[in-house]
C-alpha cells in the first residue's frame, strides 16, 4: 500500500479521530497513487496515523481505519455487522418499519458510503471514488450480515468525478428490479428506488413524520417540498381535516398521490400539486377558493440550499425569505415545521436564519421543538460535520 506524507503539525486532527485529511496538510505522497486508491497515511515524524482512500479534491483522504489493519472481506463485515447490529439495537427494525439506514458514511466509520434498507432490498451509495471502487466487495460483505436480502442496488451518486476507466455504474449487486413498497412506523410507502432522488425515500425524516401526526388532529395541512409524501400520509392518519402537498417534481406528486392511496384508499381531503413552492405560499390568501387561504399547519423541507460553504450566505438568505413567506400566510396559532438538510449551514445559522423570518413577519413566534437527523444517521462525535438535518417546531400567533 502507498504511502502519504503529512506536513509537520497536521497530524493534529487525525490524532482527535477526525477522518478527513485535507489536501493542504500533505507534505508528499508515493508515486503513482491513483484516485480511490487504498493509502497509508503517515506524520511527518513518520508515525501511522490511519488507511483511507485517496481522492483528488480537497478531501483528499478518506480514513476508514485508525487500526493497521487489513482492508479485506473481513474488515468490510466487521463494520457492517457493527452498523447491524447498532440498528437492531435501536428497535428501528420491526415488521411494520422495515426501513432504515444502514451505514450512514463517518457516523458508521465508513466515510463515503450509504446503505438504506427497504424490506428485502438494500440501495447502496457511493460518494467517493474509493468506495465506488469497492462497491462489490462490500456488497459481498452485505450479504453474508443479511443474508436475507433478495436485491442489493448500487445507484452512482452522479456527482462523483467519473472519468476515462470509471463510469456511472449504477445497476444489480444481487437480485434484480422489483415493486418495492415498505412500511414506516406501519404506513406503506412506494419506493422509489431506481429513478427517485438519493436512495428513494428520505429516511431521515421518519421521527419528525411521527411528530406531525400528533400535531395534524383537525387541522389544514400544507406539505411544501413533499417529495413522496412522507409528512402528507402521517398527516392525514392523525386526523388532518385536509392535506395538500407541494413539489415542483410530477414524478414526486405523482408518487406522493400513489403513496396515499395506499394507505387510505377512500380518502377525499388530500390534493397534491406540481408548482414551484414560493409561487403557491405568495398566492395563499389571494385564491378566489378559501381551501388554499387557511392552512394552519404547514411543511417546510426544502432541498439543500447550500451544497458548499461558498453558498452559504445566498443559502441563509433563502431560509429566510422562505420563512417569513410561510409566516405571513399561516392562520393565527398555526404550527410550523421547518427544516434544513444542508450540512453547510449549522443549527445555530439556521435558527438565526428562522429568527430573521420571524421578525421580518412581525408575529409573536415560539419555539415548540427543536428536531434533528434520527438514529439511524448517526453523527460521529469526531465528525461534527455529519449532524446536517435541523429542524423547528415554530407556533405563529
Ligand atoms: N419532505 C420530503 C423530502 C423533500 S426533498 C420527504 O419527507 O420525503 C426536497 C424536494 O423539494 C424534492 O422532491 C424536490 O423536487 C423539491 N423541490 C425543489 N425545488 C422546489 C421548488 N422550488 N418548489 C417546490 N418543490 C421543490
Same mark, same amino acid.
Given at each position: 500500500? $502507498?504511502?502519504?506524507?503529512?506536513?509537520?503539525?497536521?497530524?493534529?486532527?487525525?490524532?482527535?479521530?477526525? %477522518?478527513?485529511?485535507?489536501?493542504?496538510?500533505?507534505?508528499?505522497?508515493?508515486?503513482?497513487?491513483?484516485?480511490?486508491?487504498?493509502?497509508?497515511?503517515?506524520?511527518?515524524?513518520?508515525?501511522?496515523?490511519?488507511?483511507?482512500?485517496?481522492?483528488?479534491?480537497?478531501?483528499?483522504?478518506?480514513?476508514?481505519?485508525?487500526?493497521?489493519?487489513?482492508?479485506?472481506?473481513?474488515?468490510?463485515?466487521?463494520?457492517?455487522?457493527?452498523?447491524?447490529?447498532?440498528?437492531?439495537?435501536?428497535?428501528?427494525?420491526?415488521?411494520?418499519?422495515?426501513?432504515?439506514?444502514?451505514?450512514?458514511?463517518?457516523?458508521? *466509520?465508513?466515510?463515503?458510503?450509504?446503505?438504506?434498507? !427497504?424490506? %428485502?432490498?438494500?440501495?447502496?451509495?457511493?460518494?467517493?471514488?474509493?468506495?465506488?471502487? *469497492?462497491?462489490?466487495?462490500?456488497?459481498?460483505?452485505?450479504?453474508?450480515?443479511? #443474508?436475507?436480502?433478495?436485491?442489493? !442496488? !448500487?445507484? /452512482?451518486?452522479?456527482?462523483?468525478?467519473?472519468?476515462?476507466?470509471?463510469?456511472?455504474?449504477?445497476?444489480?449487486?444481487?437480485?434484480? #428490479?422489483?415493486?418495492?413498497?415498505? *412500511?414506516?412506523?406501519?404506513?406503506?410507502?412506494?419506493?422509489?428506488?431506481?429513478?427517485?432522488?438519493?436512495?428513494?425515500?428520505?429516511?431521515?425524516?421518519?421521527?419528525?413524520?411521527?411528530?406531525?401526526?400528533?400535531?395534524?388532529?383537525?387541522?389544514?395541512?400544507?406539505?411544501?417540498?413533499? !417529495?413522496?409524501?412522507?409528512? /402528507?400520509?402521517? =398527516?392525514?392518519?392523525?386526523?388532518?381535516?385536509?392535506?395538500?402537498?407541494?413539489?415542483?417534481?410530477?414524478?414526486?406528486?405523482?408518487?406522493?398521490?400513489?403513496?396515499?392511496?395506499?394507505?387510505?384508499?377512500?380518502?377525499?381531503?388530500?390534493?397534491?400539486?406540481?408548482?414551484?413552492?414560493?409561487?403557491?405560499?405568495?398566492?395563499?390568501? $389571494?385564491?378566489?377558493?378559501?381551501?388554499?387561504?387557511?392552512?394552519?399547519?404547514?411543511?417546510?423541507?426544502?432541498? =439543500?440550499?447550500?451544497?458548499?460553504?461558498?453558498?452559504?450566505?445566498?443559502?441563509?438568505?433563502?431560509?429566510?425569505?422562505?420563512?417569513?413567506?410561510?409566516?405571513?400566510?399561516?392562520? %393565527?396559532?398555526?404550527?410550523?415545521?421547518?427544516?434544513?438538510? /444542508?450540512?453547510?449551514?449549522? $443549527?445555530?445559522?439556521?435558527?438565526?436564519?428562522?429568527?430573521?423570518?420571524?421578525?421580518? /413577519?412581525?408575529?409573536?413566534?415560539?419555539?415548540?421543538?427543536?428536531?434533528?437527523?434520527? =438514529?439511524?444517521?448517526?453523527?460521529?462525535?469526531?465528525?461534527?460535520?455529519?449532524?446536517?438535518?435541523?429542524?423547528?417546531?415554530? *407556533?405563529?400567533?
Amino acid at each position: 500500500m $502507498k504511502t502519504i506524507t503529512l506536513r509537520k503539525g497536521k497530524d493534529q486532527s487525525l490524532r482527535r479521530y477526525h %477522518p478527513w485529511v485535507f489536501s493542504g496538510a500533505i507534505a508528499k505522497g508515493d508515486d503513482g497513487i491513483e484516485e480511490g486508491e487504498l493509502v497509508r497515511v503517515v506524520s511527518a515524524e513518520g508515525d501511522f496515523m490511519g488507511i483511507g482512500h485517496y481522492q483528488i479534491g480537497s478531501i483528499a483522504v478518506r480514513i476508514l481505519t485508525f487500526a493497521d489493519e487489513a482492508i479485506d472481506d473481513a474488515f468490510w463485515s466487521r463494520r457492517l455487522a457493527a452498523a447491524y447490529a447498532m440498528r437492531r439495537g435501536l428497535g428501528v427494525i420491526r415488521k411494520e418499519n422495515d426501513m432504515y439506514r444502514l451505514v450512514h458514511g463517518e457516523g458508521d *466509520q465508513l466515510p463515503g458510503l450509504i446503505i438504506d434498507i !427497504y424490506g %428485502p432490498a438494500a440501495v447502496m451509495q457511493a460518494h467517493s471514488v474509493g468506495m465506488h471502487l *469497492q462497491r462489490k466487495e462490500i456488497a459481498t460483505a452485505l450479504q453474508t450480515i443479511m #443474508p436475507q436480502l433478495q436485491c442489493i !442496488y !448500487y445507484k /452512482s451518486d452522479t456527482t462523483l468525478p467519473f472519468k476515462a476507466g470509471l463510469s456511472d455504474e449504477s445497476g444489480f449487486l444481487l437480485g434484480k #428490479p422489483m415493486e418495492l413498497m415498505a *412500511q414506516e412506523n406501519g404506513l406503506r410507502f412506494h419506493i422509489d428506488w431506481l429513478k427517485g432522488q438519493k436512495t428513494g425515500f428520505f429516511l431521515d425524516q421518519r421521527d419528525n413524520r411521527a411528530l406531525i401526526e400528533q400535531y395534524a388532529q383537525g387541522r389544514r395541512v400544507l406539505n411544501m417540498f413533499c !417529495y413522496t409524501g412522507g409528512f /402528507s400520509v402521517y =398527516a392525514l392518519r392523525g386526523g388532518a381535516e385536509l392535506v395538500h402537498s407541494v413539489d415542483s417534481s410530477e414524478r414526486a406528486v405523482e408518487v406522493t398521490d400513489r403513496n396515499v392511496a395506499l394507505n387510505l384508499p377512500d380518502c377525499t381531503h388530500h390534493r397534491s400539486f406540481a408548482e414551484d413552492a414560493f409561487k403557491f405560499l405568495n398566492n395563499i390568501g $389571494k385564491n378566489k377558493d378559501s381551501m388554499f387561504n387557511d392552512y394552519d399547519l404547514i411543511v417546510l423541507d426544502p432541498p =439543500a440550499f447550500a451544497k458548499h460553504r461558498d453558498a452559504l450566505h445566498n443559502a441563509l438568505k433563502g431560509y429566510t425569505r422562505l420563512n417569513a413567506k410561510a409566516m405571513q400566510k399561516i392562520k %393565527p396559532g398555526g404550527i410550523l415545521f421547518t427544516f434544513s438538510c /444542508s450540512q453547510a449551514v449549522n $443549527k445555530d445559522q439556521f435558527r438565526l436564519a428562522v429568527f430573521t423570518a420571524a421578525a421580518q /413577519s412581525q408575529r409573536f413566534v415560539r419555539i415548540l421543538h427543536q428536531l434533528h437527523q434520527p =438514529a439511524d444517521h448517526p453523527i460521529n462525535i469526531y465528525h461534527p460535520e455529519g449532524e446536517y438535518l435541523k429542524g423547528l417546531v415554530l *407556533q405563529i400567533e
